[in-house]
């Protein structure tokens, strides 16, 4: 199997089971080198997350990560850049519960089923996403989720 063969598998997989803490937790981290990728073509570069997200135009609430908005002059409003930065939000705040201890199977199983609605959003709808993944490795997201 090839690098892009396996890619395209992943996604795959996805669709087979969307809730496997696994496969949400491998196309959130496409999905996090997509927007990182991205935004290393903006200046300022900087390879995380949160920093890149806002390299693209979204405005994130720094009381509450969860809530964002897209700057005026944002050119990326097709990129589901919102859905994007929920689904960093939930995986920081999920593995952070899980490694204190804090979080029961259940808590984390509807975690991951909130996070696999996200992706899948993202998947379908996000221009820079299935774009990237078309140009890249040859095939479109929002068909294998």
Known sequence: MTH??????QFTQFKRRPSAYRNVLLITSFIEAVVINEASSVPGKDQKFKPSLKRLGLEIDPKNEEQSSYAQDCQYKGACLIETNLVRVRRNELLHQIIQGSVSQR??????????????RICTESDLIRRYFDENYGFDPAKLV
């Open 4 to 9: 892009n063969e396996w890619v395209q598998d």
């Open 107 to 120: 808590a984390i199983e509807d975690k991951i089923r909130e996070m696999a609605k996200n992706i899948e």
